[in-house]
């Protein structure tokens, strides 16, 4: 079983993951830092030296390569990932595609003190923070509209994402 946890920065795919992968026992895979330890660099820094468009190569080709090397795990996804190169086509053939849905109240408070590691936000004050969420959140809502289940601000525990997953 492969699934893939996709949703906007500071959404909770990687604490989700992981919390997934334990009760699933199941092997997690967080794409950012696989391309992190491969590359032998920070995502800000890729970002910095080679470009967004690299860095986009990287991403594709990093959960290509996971994906087709292993039966069954769980990946955090990062955000942008399946807006390019039809990744979430990809990854919808591949296994099953969870939404990690989060108001954008939410993301703007946690993406407030979580941006020095995020490229695309880190020089943005608080009020531009927020317009770009709102932006960025609607262009990319189509790509992840497309994901085969999503959970919900209010159904984000354990069991209940479990049953979702099995139940649904
Ligand atoms: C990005 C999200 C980041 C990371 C990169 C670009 C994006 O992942 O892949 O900084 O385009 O939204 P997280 O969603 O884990 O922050």
């Given at each position: 079983m492969k699934i893939f946890l996709i949703g906007?920065?500071?959404?909770?795919k990687t604490y989700w993951g992981r919390k997934l992968s334990e009760k699933l026992t199941l092997p997690f895979f967080d794409l950012d830092e696989q391309i992190e330890s491969n590359e032998a660099k920070t995502i800000p820094q890729i970002f910095a030296e080679e470009g967004e468009e690299y860095f986009r190569l990287l991403e594709k080709d990093t959960l290509h390569i996971i994906t087709e090397s292993h039966d069954s795990f769980i990946m955090a996804t990062g955000?942008?990932?399946?807006?390019?190169?039809?990744n979430i086509d990809f990854m919808n053939r591949a296994g099953t595609t969870v939404w990690i849905n989060t108001p954008v109240d939410l993301l703007h408070e946690r993406l407030l003190k979580?941006?020095?590691?995020?490229p695309l936000i880190k020089n943005l004050n608080d009020a531009q923070l927020k317009g770009f969420i709102i932006k960025k959140f609607s262009d990319r809502k189509i790509y992840y509209e497309q994901a085969e289940m999503v959970v919900e601000e209010n159904e984000k525990s354990i069991e209940k994402i479990v049953e979702k997953l099995f139940h649904a």
């Open positions: 906007f920065m500071g959404s909770g955000g942008g990932t399946p807006c390019y190169f039809k979580e941006k020095t590691q995020r």
